[in-house]
């Protein structure tokens, strides 16, 4: 552990490495990712964006570093600790170990974000997870919807990390596409961002209470009891919103007003484009269901024929003249507030 809690900002200039010291008020879950050869912050008092292109976690301030000092990169290299390729969450030192606790009882998968580090401070844990290239609302979202053979390679990845969350005892209860970012640049392999919205059960039962997650994504069961409702299928209703949102371009249910989309989601109709195949739909409408018992769980959306059918012919992409282009588009981020905000 450091003896002190410095972090501190060697900024990228034409003359080589300038040093300043990052002090930005740092909440926890603050995110510094880094994108090409640069890393990028967010300042939580006054909405700053700074680029900088290494960063260091010092036990003291350095003496061959005063404050106008330039040097080379290649004399920073041995000195400090580099971050390359990993993304970087800073949280409290005295509840870490909370916000992190679903890392720490989920066995390692391959479509689930792996924590590679994590450096302790006085006052702060800097954890340190792997690189991401983009998110999947934001892909979608350029791409318009996507073709069958590709929506159905990457949900089958989401669908996976999802089941082995379950099966391990963990609800993810705000689940959506923003939470999926891809693990390379090639933008063909999937990986759950985050577990720190991740409910820990206790034993077999999924029974949950909250009305936690976000609005285009929530079930009909959390809008309509004051009870409980089950965690799992509640997830998997999420996972067919983001299914149906990857082939149709839109969400299923979407409207400006908050009131108006939740009677939508009440009454759990929606419309299947005739463009998709048999089997698209019928594994929509078995994820969709108003009622949570008569939903896939997420283990068995893994076997659905839909993954090993051949979609190539008869699924279509998004073009000029696709009949309800000018419907196909997925919001940016109106309607991913928390549902918190419309039941506080």
């Known amino acids: 552990m450091w003896q002190e809690d410095v972090l501190w900002v060697l900024e990228m200039t034409s003359s080589g490495v300038a040093r300043s010291e990052l002090n930005i008020g740092w ?8 994108q090409g050869l640069q890393l990028n912050y967010r300042e939580t008092r006054g909405e700053r964006i700074s680029q900088v292109g290494l960063i260091s976690i010092l036990p003291h301030i350095p003496k061959v570093l005063d404050s106008d000092h330039i040097c080379d990169p290649s004399e920073m290299f041995e000195r400090f600790l580099c971050i390359c390729d990993d993304f970087l969450k800073v949280f409290d030192i005295a509840r870490y170990q909370e916000s992190l606790a679903a890392y720490f009882c989920l066995s390692s998968h391959e479509n689930i974000n792996q924590i590679t580090e994590i450096l302790l401070g006085e006052s702060r844990a800097y954890v340190f997870f ?13 791409c318009k919807k996507l073709r069958e053979e590709e929506a159905a390679r990457l949900f089958h990845q ?8 379950h099966d391990s005892g963990l609800v993810l209860r705000d689940l959506k596409l923003r939470k999926f970012v891809f693990k390379n640049e090639d933008r063909n392999l999937i990986k759950l961002e985050s577990l720190e919205d991740a409910y820990i059960l206790e034993g077999e039962d999924d029974s949950l209470a909250d009305k ?20 799992k299928a509640a997830d998997v209703w999420s996972l067919g919103v983001m299914l149906y949102t990857m ?3 839109r969400y299923p249910f979407h409207d400006v007003e908050p009131s108006s989309l939740f009677s939508k989601i009440r009454r759990g109709q929606f419309s299947i484009p005739e463009t998709l195949t048999p089997k698209a739909k019928c594994l929509i409408r078995s994820i969709l269901r108003r009622e949570p018992a008569e939903r896939l769980t997420s283990r068995e959306i893994l076997d659905h024929p839909w993954f090993s059918s051949d979609v190539h012919a008869s699924s ?15 919001p940016d981020v109106n309607m991913e507030e928390e549902l918190d905000t419309f039941f506080s």
């Open 27 to 34: 909440t926890g879950g603050d995110v510094i990712e880094r």
């Open 130 to 142: 792997e690189k991401s290239h983009g998110d999947m609302h934001s892909f979608v979202r350029t």
């Open 158 to 165: 989401i669908a996976s990390a999802v089941a082995h969350c």
């Open 212 to 231: 936690h997650g976000c609005p285009a994504y929530v079930s009909p069961e959390i809008l309509n009891t004051n009870g409980s409702y089950s965690g």
């Open 247 to 249: 082939l149709v371009g």
């Open 316 to 330: 279509s992409g998004y073009g000029a003249n696709d009949k309800d282009a000018s419907d196909q588009l997925v």
